[in-house]
């Protein structure tokens, strides 16, 4: 299952964007019920993106094309047990949030 989270980009904040994804997305989560800027909310930022930096930069990097290779093949090696640890955080992250009324969370996890 997926659910479509709204970031603060701009055009996702469009009326006519708002009403396309609410009439047309399952489970759509409206801007004004996420927080605006929540990465600890994310699997993605939270979890994975800390993986992926700690084995792209083992070793300096040299310019964006280098950047860009390691990215896609740390991605693309990934086991899918980070990929499951993460998802399986996310509701007690979101609890977590929920019970510090949208306020810093992290220390309680």
């Known amino acids: 299952m997926f659910v479509y989270q709204q970031d603060s980009a701009p055009a996702h904040h469009v009326r006519d964007t708002i009403e396309l994804l609410r009439h047309n997305t399952p489970d759509f989560i409206a801007p004004d019920m996420w927080p605006p800027n929540s990465p600890?909310?994310?699997?993605?930022?939270?979890?994975?993106?800390?993986?992926?930096?700690?084995?792209?930069?083992?070793?300096?990097?040299?310019?964006?094309?280098?950047?860009?290779?390691?990215?896609?093949?740390?991605?693309?090696?990934?086991?899918?047990?980070?990929?499951?640890?993460?998802?399986?955080?996310?509701?007690?992250?979101?609890?977590?949030?929920?019970?510090a009324e949208g306020g810093h969370f992290e220390h309680s996890l």
């Open 40 to 99: 600890d909310l994310n699997p993605v930022d939270c979890v994975i993106w800390s993986v992926m930096q700690e084995r792209v930069y083992q070793t300096r990097v040299h310019d964006i094309d280098e950047l860009r290779q390691r990215l896609i093949t740390v991605w693309c090696e990934l086991e899918q047990r980070i990929m499951d640890d993460a998802i399986d955080q996310w509701r007690r992250r979101l609890l977590a949030c929920v019970d």
